[in-house]
């Protein structure tokens, strides 16, 4: 991130006024500097001249007295400001993000962790508080006081405005190079913290498993390894930073030792008068502070400038393309060709180029390891990522970018991998027959309970203290992850949606309780829907029409259940060969 990144003014509105302020207060700054120096030094050749003495000279030392306090004032009013701007910065910052990453869609911005992002819009963003309470108001002074004093000393001694004006771009330079190497330390920092902010809210949500599986203490150590590498870039960057600070005054003490070395010298030689020499010694060192001071807050502001930029990123992520109002039709046929995502920042797809067909009354299911991008493939049929590769038809509508995201939505029900019981009105709890009937919202009991009764849920709600009537939360508090998993399930099935998207439906299930599940997906298949399932477990697999395998581009692993073999296709033989395609219902790699 630039030292003054526009940007900030952009989504932070009220930082303009301030950056106002803050180069008025370092205005008056430089003059109170000046005036204090002037003081100062006529104070002090008077009394050693014997033009005057202590007594004589209180009205110079009063208004030194008042100099000082004023400048004592205007750093206090310049930082309370700073802190009132950076408090109201901080929340137009994750105001703006926050709404961003929603209009991205609910699994937020693509190819980010969730932990990470959380992250970033709570701790990263309050690290921008040093940003503007030291460094933005220094940085200004930094620009402002170093030239008003070269321009005030040129007056006076043309010899010494000039050695200063050499040495104080050698100090901006330093500054760079210091800049250029902790840049790439502060950001492994905050990738380090991102990861370890990610990997504990997994580890979290996904504890019970773990300890099942009696995996909790090896995730543990990993948590432990990610913190110790955080704990190790915290302190190289700290190291930098100590250095650094003893680069920055090394040279600002040379640069003034080379200004009194040749004021002396002169002084010596009777080349310059006594008030001359004195008030500019007085002054250089003044000049050299503020650029000093840059460098010292630059590593305690890094941070903040580092989680900004990446807010920033977050910021500029393009919104889903609104397409048109497009006419679709009442049963819906989907052909994906050749679709492929890769994350922005990143060389590795998270899915490769899949190619396939999605048919009504037909179950197509997706296999293959986990992270291989089935759940990115789904994002991707909602219109919550836009393919890099390939695009997206649907049969007498055309490329699905073209399509109104919200018109496409209203013909979709989607079950996540997690889902959540959120409530129709938010600030309201729900109940479990206002989580089921967000999915139709003038539905009857009756239908409500039909959908409960087919996703094979409806005999444990009914046994609840409170039944249909029972609060839950977001989390599902109360409720198993099966019951939750099937509860949204209910919500998909009560949507009568043209195309059904099912992530891992049966994962916390039991034998009785998949049975049913499964029952649920063909009867929707059956009754018309397209359905397309995230499928791990065999009785997934086993009911389904088509089975696509999505992998890196090796091999491809297509069965179409109906009679034909299992089938190996090249990527290159699949594209090229159209009736291979379309004899095959499925093909993916």
Known sequence: MKPLDPRLMRYAQSTRGFLVFAVALGVFMAVLVIVQARLLATAIVDVAQGRATIATSIPVLVALGAIVAAR?????????????????????????????????????????????????????????????????????????????????????????????????????????????????????????????????????????????????????????????????????????????????????????????????????????????????????????????????????????????DEVFTILEMPLPVAGERTLLPEAIAVSCLGIGVTYPGRAQPALYPTTFDIRPGQVTALVGVSGGGKSTLLAALLGFVAPTTGRIEITGAGDLSQISPD?????????????????????????????????????????????????????????????????????????????????????????????????????ALDGVSEAAVVTAVRAAADAGAAVVVVAHRAALIDIADVVVHVAAPTTVDVRAVEGVAETLVSPTQALADQSTRTSITGTGW
């Open 72 to 308: 004592a004032v205007v750093a206090w009013v310049g930082e309370a400001a700073a802190y009132r701007t950076s408090a109201r910065a901080k929340a137009e910052l994750r105001e703006a993000a926050l709404d961003h990453a929603l209009r991205l869609g609910p699994t937020g911005p693509a190819g980010t962790d969730p932990g990470g992002v959380a992250t970033l819009i709570t701790r990263g963003v309050d690290a921008l508080d040093t940003y503007f309470a030291r460094y933005l108001p220094q940085l200004f002074l930094a620009i402002i006081v170093p030239v008003a004093i070269i321009v005030t000393v040129v007056g006076f001694d043309l010899l010494s405005a000039i050695i200063i004006a050499i040495t104080l771009p050698l100090i901006v330079v330093f500054m760079i190079l210091i800049g250029l190497y902790t840049r790439s330390r502060v950001d492994r920092q905050w990738q380090t913290l991102s990861r370890l902010s990610g990997h504990f809210l997994d580890l979290v949500s996904g504890l019970p498993t773990l300890k099942v599986l009696g995996r909790a203490k090896k995730q543990a150590k990993a948590i432990e390894d990610i913190g110790d590498r955080y704990r190790s870039t915290t302190m190289g960057v700290l190291r930098i930073s100590f250095l650094s600070s003893f680069a920055l005054e090394l040279l600002a003490s040379l640069s003034v030792a080379l200004v009194a070395v040749t004021i002396g010298v002169r002084l010596v030689e009777g080349g310059i008068a006594f008030s001359t020499a004195l008030f500019v010694l007085i002054l250089a060192p003044e000049a050299y502070l503020p650029l000093r001071m840059v460098g010292q807050h630059f590593h305690a502001a890094a941070e903040g400038l580092g989680a900004a």
């Open 407 to 507: 018109y496409w939505r209203a013909r979709v029900a989607w079950v996540p991998q997690n889902p959540k019981l959120v409530a129709p009105e938010s600030g309201t709890q729900p109940t479990v027959i206002d989580v089921v009937r967000l999915g139709k919202p003038n539905a009857t009991t009756d239908e409500v309970r039909t959908a409960l009764l087919q996703a094979g849920v409806l005999d444990e709600i009914e046994a609840l203290p409170d039944g249909f009537q029972t609060r839950v939360t977001d989390d599902g508090t109360g409720l198993s992850a099966g019951q939750i998993r099937r509860l949204a399930l209910a919500r998909a099935l009560l949507r009568d949606a043209s195309l059904l998207l099912l992530d891992e439906p049966t994962a």
